[in-house]
């Protein structure tokens, strides 16, 4: 089972950026297509992006395309989430997740393993 952790959470104003990072332990992360979700409050959690194992192939939210970057650096087992941007209704908790395989989706279903998750909250 891999641990995943993410940082890079905070309060940002609305039209700012943010980064966030997931460091994996325990095993690599290479192998696996790895994925941002976030919830809102009093909402359900939802897909943002997704990678393949290589970085090769991404897919983004309607909502965050063009707007957010997903990419991964496999040698230091992380995964980040470039925000540029932001907007007020992308506050919420971002979690990132592990795959269960290589290739990438959409549904969390398709995730086994999750971190924590870091607070992104945007002022307008």
């Known amino acids: 089972q891999v641990q995943l952790v993410e940082s890079g959470g905070g309060l940002v104003q609305a039209g700012g950026s943010l980064r966030l990072s997931c460091a994996a332990s325990?095993?690599?992360?290479?192998?696996?297509?790895m994925g941002w979700f976030r919830q809102a409050p009093g909402k359900e959690r939802e897909f943002v992006a997704a990678i393949s194992w290589g970085g090769g192939n991404t897919r983004y939210a309607d909502s965050v395309k063009g707007r957010f970057t997903i990419s991964r650096d496999n040698a230091k087992n992380t995964v980040y989430l470039q925000m540029n941007s932001l907007k007020p209704e992308d506050t919420a908790v971002y979690y990132c997740a592990a795959g269960r395989g290589p290739n990438y989706s959409n549904y969390a279903s398709s995730f086994g393993s999750w971190g924590q998750g870091t607070q992104v909250t945007v002022s307008p």
């Open positions: 325990g095993r690599t992360i290479r192998t696996v297509a």
